[in-house]
């Protein structure tokens, strides 16, 4: 092994240390839910992204076994190489369906989606606006790509700014493409891209949409079908992604667009290209969780009831959760070390939680994550919150005393 490098890896994982910047994951002794075992205890759990409890749900299990019954463990080679199955098929024609679109190709995370789609359609010559709190999956897809996209040149508006984002579009006349990317609802403060607004202003000066509905897909629009639904504006969005990952509760991610737009990145686009497609099991329960999405209002009943619940008692209790209109409800340190301590003092009062420090969020901006679920019961929730209150007040995080 090279010493050099060894060493160059202890010395930057000692200054993370030193900087509270140092992550490890926590190990879970059970399925997700809302409680789970960690270290041999029982905590409530408000760190998944399992919003609708899907991940756990035996129904999905159920799906799974039998996926893997019919087709298999794996997918065995890429699709257009190895050949992609009739589940495959049933699933893009089911999300199709369920976003109301042409039609949806799957990738294998909702990472890949981005990394694919957004290279493949933006290169030379074009130009990716971006608003500045876009998910590290955007922005790795962004670089991938030979447009124009860096903020040291301009291309990024400050969050949510549309006057910024219209004095870019105006610069931008002269690109062959332009296209503007935004989470739809972003996944470490919650709130709800201005999707109209964005629309319109892509309208006026002949620019492409595209919206990372990661978080909005199973909690916003008709059925949980993401911002597009949830505003209106069927039709008006080229290129929506959606994970399968978070509240649909398995894994992939993908985009949902025109025919043509599937065409090209089942010929152009990256993953699709050169990663092995998700296994039968995956596909098998995601058909399901679909199924239950379409047919089931109660999980996200549930599941925004929990939120507003959880919000408003934070809030009442003096903590600042940073404008959260989702159940991603942020709970703001500021300082690094803070959220750490927050998040190991809460452990120990029996909930699980995690601090976000930078590069997740900006420096200065630490917080902790809270992410009440459908599964949750008022007893989950108020359990935590009476642990909330006692380890904000230790540390100083409640800001305002009611
Ligand atoms: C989690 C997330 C992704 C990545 O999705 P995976 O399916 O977990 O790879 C992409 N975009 C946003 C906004 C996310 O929050």
Redesign the pocket.
């Known amino acids: 092994m090279n010493a050099g490098f060894q060493q160059w890896l202890r010395e930057s994982i000692d200054q993370l240390k030193a900087q509270n910047l140092y992550k490890q994951p926590p190990i879970l002794e059970s399925p997700q839910g809302g409680r789970v075992r960690i270290g041999g205890r029982e905590v409530i759990n408000l760190a998944s992204?399992n919003y609708l409890g899907l991940a756990n749900d035996p129904r999905l299990k159920q799906a799974a076994i039998e996926a893997v019954q019919q087709f298999g463990a794996g997918a065995g080679a890429v699709r257009w190489l190895g050949g992609t199955n009739t589940l495959y098929e049933q699933l893009e024609q089911k999300l199709a369906e369920f976003k109301k679109t042409e039609a949806v190709l799957v990738f294998q995370?909702?990472?890949?989606?981005?990394s694919g789609a957004i290279p493949s359609c933006f290169g030379e010559g074009d130009v990716i606006i971006s608003d500045e709190l876009?998910?590290?999956?955007?922005i790795d897809g962004v670089r991938l790509s030979s447009a124009k996209y860096k903020k040291s040149e301009g291309y990024v508006y400050e969050h949510k700014n549309m006057n910024h984002l219209e004095d870019i579009l105006k610069r931008c006349g002269h690109f062959k493409k332009r296209l503007i990317v935004t989470?739809?609802?972003?996944?470490m403060d919650g709130d709800i891209a201005p999707l109209p607004e964005i629309v319109a202003l892509a309208e006026k000066y002949d620019a492409v949409v595209m919206v990372?509905?990661?978080?909005a897909s199973g909690v916003l629009g008709e059925h949980g079908s993401g911002t597009t639904s949830h505003f209106g504006l069927y039709g008006r969005v080229d290129i929506q992604?959606g994970?399968?990952?978070?509240a649909i509760g398995v894994?992939?991610?993908y985009i949902a667009g025109s025919q043509l737009l599937k065409e090209w990145l089942i010929n152009r686009g990256r993953p699709y290209l050169f990663s092995t497609a998700l296994p039968p099991a995956a596909v098998g329960a995601i058909l399901k969780a679909i199924e239950i999405l379409q047919t089931d209002p109660e999980p996200m009943r549930r599941l925004w009831d929990n939120a507003r619940y959880w919000k408003e008692n934070l809030q009442k209790l003096g903590f600042d959760t940073m404008g959260s209109e989702t159940p991603i409800t942020p709970v703001f340190c500021g300082d690094e070390g803070i959220a750490q301590q927050m998040e190991r003092q809460l452990y120990e009062a029996g909930v699980f939680v995690v601090g976000i420090v930078y590069p997740t969020v900006p420096r200065g901006k630490a917080r902790v994550r809270t992410m009440p679920n459908a599964t949750h019961t008022r007893k989950d929730l108020d359990d935590a919150l009476e642990a909330f209150e006692k380890v904000g007040k230790a540390l100083g995080v409640i800001h305002r005393w009611v």
């Open positions: 992204n995370s909702g990472f890949n989606a981005n876009n998910h590290a999956s955007i989470d739809g609802v972003f996944s990372d509905d990661a978080h992604l994970t399968l990952s978070k894994i992939g991610g």
